[in-house]
């Protein structure tokens, strides 16, 4: 697989941005199909990635705690709670065991939510 930059435009606010080989090999490693993301990463960091699931990683989830951190497809993180979680939370105690899980803006920052397994 061969990979290089790419020049985008973003589909929210219209500015051309650049898919990185860096992500393209990070969705590579999640053993994703290389999809091009439609927004550029300020509008993705404001939190708006968009509606529905999106892939990721468990970076690490511990039960005692409450709570844990995804790895999004373009490797920047998201904490997660418990409650945010859907079915087996011994499965999402896995490190980087493949999940889908939902993102939206708090006063405190991202936090991921239906967060499941992808199998
Ligand atoms: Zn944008």
């Known amino acids: 697989m061969v990979y290089r930059d790419e020049m985008l435009p973003c589909e929210k606010c219209g500015k051309k941005f650049i898919y ?7 969705q590579g490693m999640m053993g994703l199909e290389k999809e091009s993301p439609a927004l550029c990463p300020s509008c993705r960091e404001s939190g708006e990635l968009g509606p529905g699931l999106h892939p990721g990683l468990v970076k690490w989830f511990s039960e005692s705690k409450g ?44 936090k991921a939510y239906n967060v499941h397994v992808r199998e």
């Open 20 to 26: 990185t080989v860096e992500e393209q090999r990070a």
């Open 67 to 110: 709570f844990g951190f995804l790895v999004q497809a373009d490797g920047s993180e998201v904490f997660f709670h418990q409650s945010g979680v859907v079915g087996d939370l011994q499965v999402v105690e896995q490190e980087n065991a493949p999940i889908w899980y939902e993102v939206k803006e708090t006063d405190r920052g991202l």
